[in-house]
């Protein structure tokens, strides 16, 4: 099958503190680098090599991958010594694909969560002829996304940029962040400079008369760009909802790596991932929460939708809702945070420091 492109060298600035210290693709996810279910669910798609497009803390990703061959794959890196946006990375890595001037080229973002039928776009991309096949999908309110209207062939009109009026919004189909490149095309995008394939590119092919189709599949499909969305897509891996062969374990209400050590009374649902080396004590309850490796969550601390980072400790009798714990941070006993409150790396948060009252 086709050759992929991953776009991973975003700096993950909505999910602060989860990227300070670690880029936002290898943030764990149902237990393992968010990438490595991206990898997982190419290589089965019949994917066999892939350039990785990094940039932030780009050092990190070749050592915990290497060449790929673990997870049957053959992987390369190409980093950006500037921010290139999509379309220049994808522009910077063409050097490393292997595919012929009319063949197709995969290219994913490092940030979706998706249950995309891989082989269907393709084979979408094949038999209309295109230059570029987006997939797309339909959401509710698209005001937050770029709109991608399509004619009854599903070939593509236009591209609207986040619509704010009524007026604006002529469809609920967006773009999903997911393409297939005729090879040639990738080369038309210009080099040495940022270019935003959503804003420029696409656009900018489509006026020159450029084919453009649209595929819409609209399974499971999550922009995991803020925390909330990333410990919700985490849950949904474990629960079974989005589909990866690369979750460690079977689908259920929760997954506990072999390391890790839970109290016999605690109680553990949701899609709860508990990170290797990390320890639940005795009467806590965790619901659709990520806990990661190495992190202390106290006796009768209640967590609910929240991430508590490695290393950090959450304090007896806690009540974390909808929370974001940075690496290495002391949550002290008895505190109750939520509404997407994040407390920093190795923050110190003394007991009682922060409560709310009944009615609020």
């Avoid at 595919?99 to 249950?115: A, H, K, M, R």
């Avoid at 096949?133 to 399509?150: C, K, N, Q, W, Y």
Wanted: net charge negative.
């Amino acid at each position: 099958m086709t050759e992929a492109i991953l776009l991973v060298g975003g700096k993950g600035t909505r999910l602060r503190p989860l990227t300070v210290n670690t880029p936002k693709p290898m943030v764990p996810a149902a237990g393992v680098p968010f990438l490595t279910h991206q990898l997982a669910r190419a290589r089965a798609a019949g994917v066999e090599h892939i350039v990785l497009a990094t940039s932030y803390l780009a050092e990190v990703f070749e050592p915990h991958f290497g060449d790929g061959s673990d997870l049957g794959l053959s992987l390369e890196y190409v980093t950006e010594e500037e921010p290139l946006g999509t379309g220049g990375a994808i522009r910077n890595v063409a050097s490393r694909l292997h595919s012929g001037p009319d063949e197709p080229v995969l290219i994913f973002n490092g940030d979706i969560l998706t249950g995309l039928d891989i082989r269907a776009l393709v084979d979408t991309h094949a038999t209309s002829g295109a230059d570029v096949s987006l997939h797309l999908t339909r959401v509710e309110d698209p005001r937050a996304f770029g709109l991608v209207p399509t004619d009854a062939t599903g070939r593509v009109t236009a591209f609207l940029e986040k619509p704010q009026t009524p007026e604006e919004i002529v469809t609920d189909q967006i773009n999903a962040g997911a393409y297939v490149f005729r090879r040639s095309v990738i080369d038309r995008i210009p080099t040495g400079r940022p270019v935003s394939v959503e804003r420029e590119t696409f656009p900018e092919l489509l006026s020159s008369g450029a084919h453009l189709q649209g595929m819409v599949d609209s399974t499971y499909w999550l922009d995991l760009g803020t925390p909330q969305a990333f410990v919700r897509g985490s849950a949904d891996l474990v629960l079974g909802r989005a589909p990866s062969p690369a979750v460690p374990g079977r689908c259920g209400d929760r997954l506990v790596l072999p390391s890790a050590r839970v109290a016999p009374d605690a109680k553990l649902t949701g899609g709860t991932v508990v990170g290797a080396d990390a320890v639940i004590g005795d009467g806590a309850r965790v619901a659709g929460s990520t806990i990661l490796a190495g992190a202390v969550i106290e006796p009768g601390a209640v967590i609910t939708d929240s991430l508590v980072g490695a290393g950090a400790r959450i304090g007896a009798r806690t009540v974390l809702t909808g929370a974001v714990i940075g690496d290495g941070a002391q949550v002290g006993p008895d505190n109750e945070l939520r509404d997407g409150i994040r407390i920093w790396c190795d923050t110190t948060l003394p007991a009682n420091a922060v409560r709310f009252s009944s009615d609020q």
